[in-house]
């Protein structure tokens, strides 16, 4: 039968049965708490890199990165903004990159369309392509994730009232 999850197809490759999964999940509860998160959070990847297969990529390094993590015993709202919170280091870790091999680049050899973001749809999308990653960020997690302040000052590794601030 086919696994119920990545991490269960993951288990059968072996990765997974070296990765001491986090105190509070099992095996079951991580493939319910992926079946919960993974899809918003890729979505959001998705939107903040523009790229599907970058978004699959760098979801599949955020899960990874959470399993070998050493965490304490988290609670739900707490482990979702940490997840969140590699996503988006991912996320800036990319695209500075990217920028570099553009800058260091001779005449655009390492230049890809494959980075640019193209046909994002209407101009919402186009002013906020132009927001620094962090404010895209802010804005993704509390209008389209629904976080809360608390959630995103965890997410984000920054005090509650600075949310507050930053997205006013």
């Known amino acids: 039968p086919a696994p119920l999850c990545p991490a269960m197809a993951e288990a059968e490759s072996g990765i997974l049965g070296k990765i ?12 319910e708490f992926y079946r919960e998160v993974g899809p918003t959070l890729w979505s959001y990847i998705r ?8 978004a699959d990529d760098i979801l599949q390094e955020t899960f990874y990165r959470f ?14 903004a ?25 005449a655009g050899i390492f230049r890809s369309d494959a980075y640019e973001k193209t046909d ?16 895209q960020t802010l804005l993704w997690l509390a209008y389209v ?12 590794d920054l005090k509650e009232k600075s949310v507050r601030v930053l997205l006013f």
Not at 20 to 31: G, R, S, T, V, W
Not at 86 to 102: F, G, N, T
């Open 120 to 135: 994002r749809g209407g101009d919402a999308m186009r002013v906020f392509d132009q927001l620094k990653t962090q404010e």
């Open 82 to 106: 940490y997840l969140y919170r590699i996503a988006s280091s991912l996320i800036s870790d990319h695209w500075r990159r990217v920028k570099r091999e553009r800058r260091w680049s001779l």
């Open 20 to 31: 001491k999964l986090p105190q509070q999940l099992d095996e079951n509860a991580f493939c």
């Open 145 to 156: 994730e629904g976080f809360d302040h608390r959630e995103i000052a965890v997410a984000l």
């Open 67 to 80: 399993l070998r993590a050493d965490l304490p015993a988290l609670e739900k709202f707490q482990t979702k």
């Open 47 to 54: 939107r903040t890199s523009g790229d599907a297969a970058l």
